[in-house]
């Protein structure tokens, strides 16, 4: 079993200056940081795009290590190749549950420890809200030991946050939109069990667009969180909630599609009743604004209705799901290079 203790360090802020840093929450970037990493971002998609080599000589000699205690496709696929295409290697257990030493009943502690004896860099997935803290604040204390100090990337951490997930979907908004002034982000599905709309919903704020607003809709007993609705009200960001579609929705200016997080749910009962409360389909799209953004950050199941209904969706110009996924990808080379070497790319 994986036993975490619950950390309460707040992580460090970027402040300008990503090295050696570790990335666990949103909370650490300001509209500044974003910035910088949104320009490296683009500018790192230009020179892969352009098979630019020396873009794989940004991180040559690093190791990245990855820890996945949970199941991934697109995180652990875009990290491995962020790394790779940056020049460096890639070491892990992506499957960890199965295959690392917590099988044997090795705790986070020692598991991170041992990745951080080898690596420069880990990325982890984790099944607990707050272990990615809690992993930063161990590696922390083994720069006595190694005199190395490796850094933390949160790939997910339960039902709390994956900052990289909302860095890569906010970079994919700004690349259609230009600007989130204005602009209503409708944020759809299963918002109390998902880490997606939690840190994206911190990060709209940290951007601070005028007049942008959020826009709620889920079952009731599938809320925001409180304390996420509350700090955006707290930074002047409008929000509304609701629980069936409405109008608001179909005029946003970004809809942003959640899945239904069955494996959270402690009854499947509950899951069975709730499961088809908001499903996006073909017709649903047709009825909402041309200059919408469908974003969804997959997996995603029957809340886009059938595989007939998911191909009719995809062929549609606003759904922007595969730009997402390559967007992470860049957005997570760039965070790479940075906090790794600090480099101007
Ligand atoms: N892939 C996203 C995540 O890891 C969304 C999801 O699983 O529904 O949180």
């Known amino acids: ?65 990855l820890l996945f205690f949970e199941s991934s496709t697109r995180t652990d696929l875009s990290f491995q190749s962020a790394m790779r295409r940056l020049g460096g290697e890639v070491v892990g257990v992506s499957n ?35 272990s990615c803290r809690l992993a930063a604040r161990y590696l922390g204390r083994l720069d006595k030991k190694v005199g190395r100090r490796p850094i933390l990337i949160n790939a997910g951490d339960g039902v709390g946050e994956h900052p990289t997930q909302a860095l890569l979907d906010l970079f994919t908004i700004l690349d259609f939109k230009e600007s989130l002034d204005n602009t209503c982000i409708s944020m759809v599905g299963d918002l109390k069990h998902g880490r997606t709309v939690h840190s994206l919903a911190r990060l709209v704020c ?52 959640t899945r239904v997080q069955e494996e959270r749910f ?8 709730i499961k088809d409360d908001f499903v996006m389909t073909p017709p649903l799209l047709r009825s909402c604004s041309p200059h919408t953004l469908l974003m969804h950050p997959l997996p995603r199941k029957h809340e886009m209705g059938t595989r007939a209904d998911h191909d009719e ?15 992470g990808m860049f957005v997570r080379m760039a965070l790479l ?9």
């Open 96 to 130: 960890g549950i199965r295959f690392s030493s917590a099988y044997k009943g090795e705790d986070l502690h020692d598991t991170i420890r041992a990745a951080g004896c080898y690596a420069d860099v880990i990325t982890l997935r984790h099944p607990v809200a707050g």
């Open 206 to 257: 940290a951007w601070g667009a005028r007049g942008a607003s959020l826009h709620l809709l889920s079952p009731p007993d599938l809320r925001m969180p409180p304390e996420v609705v509350e700090m955006c009200r707290a930074s002047g960001v409008e929000v509304s909630e609701a629980s069936r579609i409405d109008d608001r929705l179909r005029e946003s200016g970004v809809i942003y599609w």
């Open 1 to 65: 079993m994986l036993a975490i203790v619950p950390s309460a360090t707040a992580p460090e802020p970027i402040e300008g200056d990503f090295l050696g840093k570790h990335i666990v929450s949103v909370g650490q970037f300001c509209r500044s940081d974003l910035d910088v990493l949104f320009d490296a971002t683009s500018s790192l998609r230009t020179r892969v795009r352009q098979s630019d080599r020396g873009v794989a000589e940004i991180a040559k000699g690093s190791v990245m290590a």
């Open 337 to 345: 290079a940075k906090v790794l070497s600090g480099a101007h790319v």
């Open 266 to 273: 402690e009854n499947p009962a509950d899951y069975e009743a």
């Open 313 to 327: 969706l995809d062929a549609d110009d606003r759904s922007v799901f595969f730009q997402q996924m390559e967007n």
